[in-house]
C-alpha cells in the first residue's frame, strides 16, 4: 500500500545485512530481537505521524533530513586549501621583489609565473589518476609537503641569476604539482561527503579558502618580507604547508569508496589501465553537451584572471593614475565583496535544486556570464573613465561571478557525471581552468601591446558574452535530451502497466 511497518522493516534490515531470510526461526534469538529493535527504531525515526507506518512522504523527508546537513569534515580541508592559496596570495608581491633583487628581468618573472600553471596543467589528470587510485587522503598529506618542497625552494635560492633563475622555475613548477595534487585530493573528498541537496554548501570551502588565501596573503607577506626579509614568508607558508599535511594525516579519514568486483576493466574483460580509464572517460564526457559548456565557462574564468596583470592592472596605473597600493585595494574590495555573498549563494543554490527537481543550476549560470560580460564590456567601452566607476564597475563583475557562476560551476559538473567519471571530471576542469589563464595572459597580452588596453578588455567581455552564449545552448540540449529520455521511459512503463 506504499508504506512499510516494523516487520517488513526487519526484512529490509536483513536483506540489507546480507541475509534473505523469511523465517525468524532460522536465526538466533537473540540476533532476531537485534533485527527487531533495529527495524523498529527505523520506523520510529521515520514515522511522523505516529502510525507505526512509513509513507513514502515520510520516507523521502528523512532522506532529505539526512542529505541536508554539510559534514563536520569540510573543517581541515578548509583549513589545508585556505594555506594553500594564502601562499600563492603571498608570492604576489614578494616573489617580483626576490627574483628582481637576483638581477631577473621582467620577462624571466614571467617564465617563472608561468612555471606553476604549465606543472599544474601536466599534473591535474595524474593527480586525479591518483586520487582514484590511492585514495584522498594521502593527495591531502603528499599535496602540501611537495608545496612545503617549492616554498622552501625559493627561500633557499642562490643569489646568482643563472642559477636563481632555474631555482625558481624549479620552486614554482613544485609548488604547481603540490596545488594540483592537493586541489585534487580537496576536490573529490568534498565530492565523496557530499548530497545533491548540499553540495553547492559542501563545495564552498574551495571557494572561500582561495577568496581568503588571496585576500589575506599579499599583505601578510608583504609585512613578514618588510620586517624580517624576503626569504622568511616562504619559510613561513612551508611551515604552515607541513602542518596542513599533519593535519590531513591525522584527522581525515579515507572517503573513497571500494571497488566493486569487475569495475576498471574494458570491453574485453582485461583490467584498464589508468591512462586508458582516464582517456575513456574524457571521450565519454566530451561527448556530453553539459560538459562542454560547463568546461567552457571553465576556461573562460581562468582566460579573464589571466589577463588582469596584461589589462585591469595596466589601465588603472597608467590611464587612471593609481598606485600599487590602490590597484591592491581594488582587488581587495573584489575579493572582500565575493567573500561576503558565497555563503548565502550556496545556500541559495542548495535550496533552488532541491525545491523543485525540474531546477537546474546552469539557470543560474548563464546570467552571471551574461551580467560579468556586461559589467567588463563597459569598462572597455569607458563609458565612466574614473577611478570610481570603474572600481564599482569590476567589483560588480566580480560579485555576478561570486552570486551565480562560481557556487554552481562544480556541483553542476558533479551532477552531470557519474561517480566513476568524477575525478577526471575535476581534472578537466581545472585543465580548462589553467589553460585559460595561460592563453588569456598571452593573447590579450598581445592585444594589448598591439592594439590597445580598453580593445583588450573588450574582448574579454566578448569572450565571456560568447560563452554564457555557448554554455545556454549547449546546456539546452543537455536538457532536451533528458527530457526525451524521461518521456520513452514514462511510455514503456504504461505500455507494461
Given amino acids: 500500500d506504499g508504506s512499510i511497518c516494523a516487520k517488513e522493516a ?20 537473540k540476533n532476531c530481537a537485534e533485527l527487531r529493535a533495529s ?52 608570492m604576489v608581491p614578494v616573489l617580483p621583489f626576490l627574483a628582481r633583487g637576483v638581477g631577473l628581468s621582467t620577462s624571466e618573472l614571467g617564465m ?11 599534473s591535474n589528470v595524474p593527480a586525479a589518476l591518483a586520487a582514484e587510485r590511492f585514495g584522498r587522503r594521502p593527495m591531502l598529506v603528499s599535496g602540501p609537503v611537495v608545496g612545503a618542497l617549492g616554498m622552501a625552494g625559493f627561500a633557499l635560492a642562490p643569489t646568482d641569476p643563472h642559477l636563481a633563475f632555474a631555482s625558481f622555475c624549479a620552486s614554482n ?48 607577506g608583504g609585512f613578514i618580507a618588510d620586517a624580517y626579509g624576503l626569504q622568511v614568508p616562504f619559510y613561513v607558508t612551508s611551515g604552515a604547508l607541513l602542518l596542513t599535511a599533519a ?20 570491453a574485453d574483460n582485461k583490467p584498464a589501465t589508468a591512462a586508458e580509464s582516464a582517456v575513456r572517460q574524457w571521450r565519454t ?8 559548456g560547463i568546461s567552457a565557462v571553465a576556461f573562460v574564468n581562468g582566460a579573464v584572471q589571466g589577463s588582469y596583470a596584461v589589462t585591469t592592472i595596466i589601465y588603472v596605473s597608467e590611464t587612471l593614475g593609481f598606485s600599487t597600493s590602490q590597484a591592491g585595494m581594488m582587488f581587495t574590495a573584489s575579493v572582500l565583496a565575493m567573500a561576503a555573498v558565497t555563503k548565502p549563494a550556496t545556500d541559495f543554490s542548495d535550496r533552488y535544486v532541491s525545491v523543485n527537481p525540474s531546477n537546474c543550476r546552469s539557470s543560474l549560470i548563464a546570467p552571471g556570464l551574461g551580467i560579468a560580460a556586461a559589467a567588463t564590456a563597459m569598462r572597455g567601452l569607458e563609458v565612466f573613465p574614473s577611478a570610481l566607476p570603474f572600481t564599482a564597475l569590476f567589483v560588480a563583475s566580480h560579485l555576478a561571478n ?4 562560481m557556487p554552481n560551476m562544480t556541483p553542476f559538473l558533479v551532477d552531470s ?20 589563464v595561460l592563453s588569456g595572459a598571452v593573447i590579450l597580452g598581445a592585444v594589448s601591446q598591439g592594439v590597445g588596453v580598453p580593445e583588450a578588455i573588450l574582448c574579454s567581455a566578448g569572450v565571456q558574452a560568447l560563452a554564457a552564449i555557448f554554455f545556454v545552448a549547449r546546456t539546452s540540449e543537455g536538457r532536451q535530451k533528458k527530457g526525451l529520455l524521461e518521456r520513452e521511459k514514462e511510455c514503456v512503463t504504461k505500455k507494461r502497466k
Fill in 247 to 266: 593535519s590531513a594525516l591525522a584527522f581525515l579519514p579515507e572517503t573513497m569508496r571500494r571497488r566493486r568486483k569487475g569495475e576498471g576493466k574494458s
Fill in 173 to 220: 613548477a613544485l609548488c604547481g604539482v603540490g596545488s594540483a595534487m592537493t586541489m585534487a585530493g580537496s576536490g573529490l573528498y568534498l565530492t565523496d561527503i557530499s548530497t545533491p541537496l548540499n553540495r553547492a554548501r559542501t563545495m564552498a570551502p574551495l571557494t572561500m579558502a582561495a577568496l581568503a588565501g588571496f585576500m589575506v596573503g599579499p599583505p601578510v
Fill in 285 to 292: 564526457m566530451l561527448k556530453k553537451s553539459d560538459i562542454q
Fill in 39 to 90: 527495524a523498529e527504531a527505523i520506523v520510529r525515526s521515520m514515522d511522523a505521524n505516529g502510525d507505526n507506518r512509513v509513507e513514502w512522504s515520510e520516507f523521502k523527508a528523512a532522506v532529505d533530513r539526512a542529505a541536508t546537513p554539510v559534514s563536520d569534515r569540510v573543517y581541515p580541508i578548509s583549513g589545508t586549501m585556505l594555506i594553500n592559496f594564502t601562499g600563492q596570495g603571498v
Fill in 10 to 29: 526487519i526484512q529490509l534490515v536483513k536483506d540489507a545485512d546480507g541475509h534473505l531470510i523469511r523465517d525468524e526461526g532460522n536465526i538466533s534469538e
Fill in 402 to 405: 561570486a552570486l551565480l557562476v
Fill in 417 to 436: 557525471t557519474t561517480e566513476k567519471q568524477r575525478a577526471q571530471a575535476l581534472a578537466m576542469r581545472n585543465m580548462a581552468q589553467d589553460t585559460g
Fill in 112 to 122: 617563472i609565473t608561468a612555471s606553476a600553471a604549465l606543472a599544474r596543467i601536466a
